[in-house]
């Protein structure tokens, strides 16, 4: 069964501080990894996409990893501000089509 | 450039009331569209997704249909609406026929039945 699981399922972090979120997947044929940025009661917003021959991509102050081998994918943060207070999600699409397996997602809370 | 629209962004129907959501994607054609459910804490999970027109999948058995009537048109709709309905709805589209791109979400609608 395909499946992305997420962890921490939430998070609390202090303004400035960094922090790591992680996800590991089991989706087979791999085609793409994207992290979204979802504000509450919005829709999620993209922050990152890799293709299996990607093992990094920055997006500002987002810094994604990612490990084909060993099916498993990491979000940085860094000088974390309040406004990154959100649900990060982790999506991995099929390589046939484009159909994507979403992870349950990390709360992120930033405190001043 | 593509923008996606979503409507109503907020509802509240009665037990036993019909549902229709409707989506629109502009600036592309031949979209793969999709329909999503997220519960209070909960990740999203695909409901129905198109490749084209009157084409719909569907990935979990429930109370609710898709339609496909025109290339960037999605509606998602229920005859009677269960109290376990309740949810953000989220659609969204992605190029057809193009692997290795984003997919790009309307802003939802909450629905709440009572």
């Known amino acids: 069964k395909n499946q992305v699981e997420q962890s921490p399922q939430s998070l609390i972090i202090l303004e400035g501080k960094n922090c790591t979120l992680q996800?590991?997947?089991?989706?087979?044929?791999?085609?793409?990894l994207r992290w979204y940025k979802q504000d509450t009661g919005r829709g999620p917003v993209s922050l990152t996409i890799?293709?299996?021959?990607?093992n990094t991509k920055s997006n500002g102050r987002y810094t994604a990893t990612l490990d084909a081998d060993t099916k498993q994918s990491s979000l940085h943060i860094t000088a974390s501000q309040l406004s990154d207070s959100a649900s990060y999600i982790c999506?991995?699409?099929?390589?046939?089509?484009?159909?994507?397996?979403f992870g349950g997602g990390t709360r992120v809370l930033v405190k001043p | 450039s593509q923008t996606i629209h979503q409507w109503p962004a907020t509802l509240v129907q009665p037990v036993g009331s019909p549902l229709s959501l409707e989506c629109t994607v502009e600036?592309?054609?031949?979209?793969?569209l999709y329909w999503y459910r997220q519960a209070a804490g909960r990740g999203l999970q695909l409901l129905f997704y198109?490749?084209?027109?009157?084409?719909i999948s569907s990935e979990v058995p429930q109370n609710l249909s898709a339609s496909r009537p025109q290339d960037r048109q999605f509606i998602l709709s229920s005859k009677k609406l269960l109290l376990s309905d309740s949810g953000f709805y989220l659609c969204?589209?992605?190029?057809?026929?193009?692997?290795?791109?984003?997919?790009?979400f309307g802003q939802g609608t909450r629905l709440t039945v009572v």
């Open positions: 969204a589209w992605s190029p057809g026929r193009a692997l290795n791109t984003e997919a790009f």
């Open positions: 996800c590991n997947y089991t989706v087979s044929p791999f085609s793409n």
């Open positions: 890799m293709t299996f021959s990607e």
């Open positions: 999506v991995v699409s099929l390589a046939a089509g484009n159909k994507l397996t």
């Open positions: 600036g592309t054609s031949n979209p793969n």
């Open positions: 198109s490749v084209g027109i009157g084409q």
